[in-house]
């Protein structure tokens, strides 16, 4: 049923063919159309060649089974074609692992792998956090004996009890309920108490305060002030608090410019050598 089709060229283990990327020969609204003897003479030469052009044959064959999974989750958030590129993946892994010799039908076979490739887009989709895999699967087996253990004591279980349910160490199902909340995210708009007049979440959130990296520093700036002269912090202050210029400062103080130069060069001296290594010593403007 090859015999008129072009041989391409191999392809990677896992990668989805091109030609499947659209729709096939087959009408997406058809049901599934197979050639048992065909594909089983298929499977059963790429077990014994593991020839790429044989496995994009196969994946050709199935490729109405891959649709039609997929159309089962259609309409629920996703488009259609990526879902079915997921449903490829699933396809390619099940054509990787079947053993024709153990006689079961490859459709059987292959459908659970490729339904739960699909579940697992949704599931990694719809957590708002991206979380492991390990974890989410963990979480789901978590809240499942959770419920038939509460139906079962009458009572919400331990996590000891649970643990001992899954098979698992306590702390594995810590973990794995921690990152419960990661699967919705809840809106900075949405209010934060019960009542009409609450502020916002994001209202709520602190900002970061610039001012905060400055108290140290004003801090330190305080101490090595202490070890200037009256006249040296007197000058300090006109010019880098009041920003007045040497003239103004000379002024003021009834002493020439030059004198203001002089000791402020001793202050700012002063200063760096009292005061951290990091921290910016201020410069005349």
């Given at each position: 049923m090859a015999g008129g089709r072009q041989r391409s060229a191999p392809r990677a283990a896992g990668e989805v063919p091109l030609a499947l990327t659209g729709?096939?020969?087959?009408?997406?609204?058809?049901?599934?159309?197979?050639?048992?003897?065909?594909?089983?003479?298929?499977?059963?030469?790429?077990a014994s060649t593991r020839d790429p052009q044989v496995r994009e044959r196969l994946v050709q064959e199935f490729a109405d089974l891959v649709?039609?999974?997929?159309?089962?989750?259609?309409n629920r958030g996703e488009p259609l074609e990526d879902l079915e590129?997921?449903?490829?993946?699933?396809?390619?892994?099940?054509?990787?692992?079947?053993?024709?010799?153990?006689?079961?039908?490859?459709?059987?076979?292959?459908?659970?792998?490729?339904?739960?490739?699909?579940?697992?887009?949704?599931?990694?989709?719809?957590?708002?956090?991206?979380?492991?895999?390990r974890l989410q699967e963990t979480y789901a087996r978590v809240m499942r004996a959770q419920e038939r253990l509460g139906q079962r004591l009458g009572r919400a279980p331990a996590v000891v009890e649970i643990a001992q349910e899954l098979d698992l160490e306590p702390e594995e199902v810590l973990e794995a309920m921690?990152?419960?909340?990661?699967?919705?995210?809840?809106?900075?708009?949405?209010?934060?108490?019960?009542q009409a007049d609450a502020l916002d979440l994001g209202e709520r959130i602190g900002q970061e305060d610039h001012n905060?990296?400055?108290?140290?520093?004003?801090?330190a700036l305080a101490g090595a002030l202490r070890h200037?002269?009256?006249?040296?912090?007197?000058?300090?202050?006109?010019?880098?608090?009041?920003?007045?210029?040497?003239?103004?400062v000379a002024r003021r103080l009834g002493i020439s410019q030059m004198h203001v130069s002089r000791l402020q060069r001793a202050a700012l001296a002063q200063l760096k050598r009292e005061l951290p290594a990091e921290a910016p010593v201020p410069m005349p403007s």
């Open positions: 729709a096939g020969p087959a009408q997406l609204g058809a049901a599934p159309r197979y050639d048992r003897e065909a594909q089983r003479a298929l499977l059963a030469e790429y649709r039609s999974l997929a159309r089962r989750f259609a590129q997921v449903g490829f993946l699933g396809l390619i892994a099940a054509i990787e692992r079947f053993d024709p010799a153990r006689g079961l039908e490859f459709t059987t076979f292959a459908t659970p792998t490729i339904l739960g490739e699909i579940k697992r887009h949704f599931r990694d989709k719809s957590w708002a956090v991206r979380v492991p895999r921690e990152v419960g909340p990661a699967q919705r995210a809840i809106s900075l708009e949405a209010p934060g108490g019960g905060l990296a400055r108290v140290e520093l004003q801090d200037l002269t009256p006249r040296e912090r007197e000058i300090m202050i006109l010019r880098f608090v009041d920003q007045l210029p040497q003239t103004e």
